[in-house]
Structures are given as structure tokens and as C-alpha cells.
T-cell receptor
Framework: NAGVTQTPKFQVLKTGQSMTLQCAQD?????MSWYRQDPGMGLRLIHY???????DQGEVPNGYNVSRSTTEDFPLRLLSAAPSQTSVYFC???????????FGSGTRLTVV | DAKTTQPPSMDCAEGRAANLPCNHS???????VYWYRQIHSQGPQYIIH???NNETNEMASLIITEDRKSSTLILPHATLRDTAVYYC?????????????FGKGTKLTVNP
């Protein structure tokens, strides 16, 4: 039982490049979310999903796409990276909202 | 925006109880209060949650006032490893979805 696994742990992108941050969980959790955390700030919700095939926008969705084709995976796509997307990204999952969310260890992204 | 209010920082002596307050004066009847903590730059960790009764688990106790407008997280015997940012969150439930809205939290420093 690995919990929530995020890859890569670190990434440097050039402005305009695209990439996908991977998130996988092996706990059969229905709910999954993506957050970003900027220095000295709390976490802000980007997108979330309540099950396979269902996604919705959070507070700061612009510039990001998600899909949920399986229960286990919830990738986050940056379409055209901008320096403003430099941040730490956390993925989280929960069993239908019961109890708390389990967070991954994060992906540290720098866009130059 | 987060609807909870927490002091930005607190100090506690090692071995003593740490009492972290949270105001959530606009909480509605079906919203839970959740507590998470974030140690250094790791992913947030779920601690405890409650609706209106006091709750206790192996990590902490949660005391919710009768009017539900505030709560206190209690770490009974704080250790240096409890130094972290603690977030108090109202869990918003909309049509089966669940979203966490993080504020800036309380930076707890446990001193030797």
C-alpha cells in the first residue's frame, strides 16, 4: 500500500512547454484533488474529481487540465507553462470524503 | 477564501499541551471542522475532524464549542516533531463533492 504517489518530485520547464504531473493512489479512493502551494501561502485547489469520468474546477483552474479515466490515476496537465505556475503541487485522495485526505509528497515545479 | 480564522503563530514548550484555536463563526449545520498539519515542505497530514461533539484520537483532541463557532485542537504532550503549520478547515459539501479550502494556518513552534 503505497498511498498517494506523485511523479516527478522535481521538474524545470521552459516557458511555453507542456508537461503532465502524475498522481496515483492504490487505496481505491473515489475523491482526488490537485493543489498548488506558493511560498508562504496555504494550498489552493486547482481541480478535483469525485470518481472516474468526473472532474470539476477548483479555485485556480486556468492553465491546467485534468482527466480521470481510472479510479487510481489523476494526472494534471500544464498546457503552456508560465513562470506564474512555479509552485509546489500536491495531489490528494479520500474515500468518498469520509475521514481525511491523504496527500502525496509533492512535485516542485520551476518554470523559467 | 478560507472561512476560518487562526492566529498566524504560536509557541509551546516541549512536553506541554499545545492548544491551537480556530474561529469558524459562519459554519453551517452540515459542515465539519477538519484539522491538518504540514511539517516543513511535506504534504499536509490529516489530524482529526468533528461536527459538534468533542473528538479524540491517537494524535490529538478536538474541542468544539456548543455554538460551533470555534474549536481548539489540543496536542496533549507536544514534541519537537510537532513543529508545523496547522490548518483548521471547514469542509464544504456540495452535491457529493468535497473540497478543502486552506487558509494560512498557525505556525506552531515547539521549543526544547
Amino acid at each position: 500500500n503505497a498511498g498517494v504517489t506523485q511523479t516527478p518530485k522535481f521538474q524545470v520547464l521552459k516557458t511555453g512547454q507542456s508537461m503532465t504531473l502524475q498522481c496515483a493512489q492504490d487505496m481505491n479512493h473515489e475523491y482526488m484533488s490537485w493543489y498548488r502551494q506558493d511560498p508562504g501561502m496555504g494550498l489552493r485547489l486547482i481541480h478535483y474529481s469525485v470518481g472516474a469520468g468526473i472532474t470539476d474546477q477548483g479555485e485556480v483552474p486556468n492553465g491546467y487540465n485534468v482527466s480521470r479515466s481510472t479510479t487510481e490515476d489523476f494526472p494534471l496537465r500544464l498546457l503552456s507553462a508560465a513562470p506564474s505556475q512555479t509552485s509546489v503541487y500536491f495531489c490528494a485522495s479520500s474515500l468518498r470524503g469520509i475521514g481525511g485526505y491523504t496527500f502525496g509528497s509533492g512535485t516542485r515545479l520551476t518554470v523559467v | 477564501d478560507a472561512k476560518t480564522t487562526q492566529p498566524p503563530s504560536m509557541d509551546c514548550a516541549e512536553g506541554r499541551a499545545a492548544n491551537l484555536p480556530c474561529n469558524h463563526s459562519t459554519i453551517s449545520g452540515n459542515e465539519y471542522v477538519y484539522w491538518y498539519r504540514q511539517i516543513h515542505s511535506q504534504g499536509p497530514q490529516y489530524i482529526i475532524h468533528g461536527l459538534k461533539n468533542n473528538e479524540t484520537n491517537e494524535m490529538a483532541s478536538l474541542i468544539i464549542t456548543e455554538d460551533r463557532k470555534s474549536s481548539t485542537l489540543i496536542l496533549p504532550h507536544a514534541t519537537l516533531r510537532d513543529t508545523a503549520v496547522y490548518y483548521c478547515i471547514e469542509v464544504l459539501t456540495q452535491g457529493g463533492s468535497e473540497k478543502l479550502v486552506f487558509g494560512k494556518g498557525t505556525k506552531l513552534t515547539v521549543n526544547p
